[in-house]
């Protein structure tokens, strides 16, 4: 039976699947043959790959070059007996281990979320009796009852129902609930079109009906869902490949030098101890043990900054990825769109209208297309039709308007509301005595209602259906004329090429005692008009999607809804693709077209396709692979469980806060807490500003620790004294990176941030540029450090005495250097001195610990260091203005370069 699970059970009949499943739709399975299948199927759940252990995920966060660097030098300077100085490095790489475990501990709750969608339970029958059952244990064969307001606890072929609507917007993206059907299909056809189906953990919105179990647990859709999420990859973000990157060439870097000197050392004869000292010296001095703790400080002020513009960010290198990101690949439904069906258009009595507001709140108007429109009966009638022939409710709660029951009614209640009827004063004085409920085989639903002794029925459903049950139509003035078909069959296809869907309405006299019956209701009706409604475009996603494609970021909808709706919505939201707009050079591509590529077809077409429609879960984990393929830093944001694999595999996916599922919002990095396209966009513009504070601080601290390493290295080569101490180098890296570099975190945004293209994700964290200035402060810092440490010893000053100068040369510099770094084109008279406050604190807090370091008593114990003149003061403090003027001057030099 297990290969049986496999088939296109949409295409078999239902008499032979009970055949194949061995089972009946009176009687349903025995319990003995459901607990042998139990054993053999297992239960109805949805299990995923071994996940590591807390300790495993734990003991990863070290697995990585630099956090190998900090825990060798704290070895090292613990063989030195510098005990404080080692604790001091290896609790930095604790607590960034910490952190870091923390973050991912978050991420290991999808496959929980999976199990928990599917805990309720169901009806089945069991020996010929309705049982209700725990959804985990019903199994292949098992014949479900499926009513209104369930969740449907397996994959089911559907095989009778009475009116059934299923709700399949988190699985395929359809924004509006699914009429079934009990009839086979062809094979080709697509999940989303696959009406005689039901899936695990979509909802019944309307109706009754009963299906045969064919899938459970991870045989299911959603199971194999599961199984696409373990799949993806687990992709590096840019900032984590390239600190890997530089991570191991800074090691080799610092080995290969360390492994030099000692072995100079060597061959000049000098004593071992001492080279040995050297060696760990300039091993200390090359290691920016401040990095991590930076880049973690400065994503969580990130983070935080984020969760002020209502984007929670689940994984800390999301933050610097979203300044990054160059495509972003957009659910439709509740994403992009409202998620609530709003009428925008009306024909009625031969005039058009418009109507304003969205969703399901009542603000809004009705408006006129025609300037010398006056009252319109028909329009009355419209309306009217349009609320009582109606099952739904609009309920408003906690600020939120929604609706119980069909999106479609409940659009056409608020268009009644928003034109002046009041849905209780209208029921009461037109009383429901009859309905023939909306079935799939005649397309429209009809309800009877009495006032005043009189009766009249009001018709809804598809427009060729209502149309065919008309004799004429109603004009403004109320009275009736001939029925002119084609022109409203012109005004319904102008309607659906705006994506809108078309409903059409009509109403019938009848006498007191008349009847409402199937056979003669769709007869001698009159026509009053057409509502034409859509899932509407918020429109700050429009603005948002505008400002993203101005910053050179492309934004692509990947859909499961209908290509025409999906293109209207696309081309309402300013979509483009590569050099052209849709609905010119740019079609929509389907799900069906997808398929008929293989991937390297796919990689080459997708840059160009902005809208991307009736498209499958896997489809969506082939587009952003594919866009990926292409170079692409991809965001790809959703809502459903549909969205939960691509979610996981692009570099960075957003889920929304209010809609999402949980699945969603387990696979992404970041959540949107109100749902809104627009603070993607807010997201991105502090993700650059992120970034930006970063490389301001790498390009900071490193030319401190080329200094400090070129001073080393030229004592060595030299065969000089050190000028600075192991110790002494600690204390410049830790002091420095937490007084003066950490400000560099809390750097506002450059103007124009939003105005650059997004940097290339192949390029390197620093550029030349900023290379050449990181060369120049090195050189810098070498001359000044090295030369003010021999002239202090030439003129007989003591080498503790010596060496202070030397620290206090690289503090200095650091610390007017500093000023520099908050720009690599501004001056700091430009960005305003007192624009970052951060900066004027951190250099007075460094100035206060560097005067205890040279002159307590204590401190000149522990750090070796010793007081220094006012005129040492001022050789110092000359050196870091000029420092500060040689990079001012570059900055201009290189202005246009930045």
Known sequence: METLLDKHWHHIEESEAFQLLGTSFEKGLDQFEAEQRLKHFGENVITGKRAKTGLERFLLQFHQPLVYILIAAGLVTAYLGEWVDSLVILAVVFVNSIVGYIQESKAVRALDSLSSSMSTEATVFRAGKPLKIPTSQIVPGDVVILRSGDKVPADLRIVSLKELRIDESTLTGESLPVDKAANSLLPETVLAERKNMAYAGTLVSFGQGRGIVVATGNKTEIGRISGLIDSADELETPLTQKITRFSHMLLIAILVLASASFVLGLLRNEPVNEIFMAAVALAVGAIPEGLPAAVTI??????????????????????????????ICSDKTGTLTENQMTVQS???????YSITGTGYGFEGSVKSNDDHAGDNKSLDECFRAGLLCNDANIHHKDGRSGVEGDPTEGALIVSARKYGLHPDKEHAEFKRIDELPFESEWQYMATLHEKDGSRVVYLKGAVEKVLECCMDSMLASGETSSLNMEEIVEAQRGMASNGLRVLAFARKDLPADGELVRTDACMGMTFVGLQGMIDPPREEAKAAIAACQHAGVKVKMITGDHALTAEAIGLRLGLRGGDCSIGKDCPVMTGSEIAELNDSELIEKVPGIPVFARVSPEQKLRLVMALQKNGEVCAMTGDGVNDAPALKQADIGVAMGITGTEVAKEAADMVLTDDNFATIEAAVEEGRGVFANLVKFIAWTLPTNA????VILAAILFGATLPILPVQILWINMTTAACLGMMLAFEPKEPGIMDRPPRNPSRSILDKVILRRIGIVSALLLVCAFGLFKWELLNGASIEKARTMAVNVFVVIEAFYLFNARSFSRSPFELGFTSNMWVIGGFASMMILQTLFTYTPVMNRLFASAPVDFMDWVKIIVCGVTVYGVVEYD???TASDV
């Open 298 to 327: 400065i994503l969580a002020l990130g983070v935080s900054r984020m969760a002020a513009r209502k984007a929670i960010i689940r994984k800390l290198p999301a933050v610097e990825t979203l300044g990054g990101t160059t495509v």
């Open 346 to 352: 009306v024909l009625s009595g031969g005039l058009s």
């Open 707 to 710: 200094g400090e390493g070129l």
């Open 891 to 893: 900055k201009k030099r």
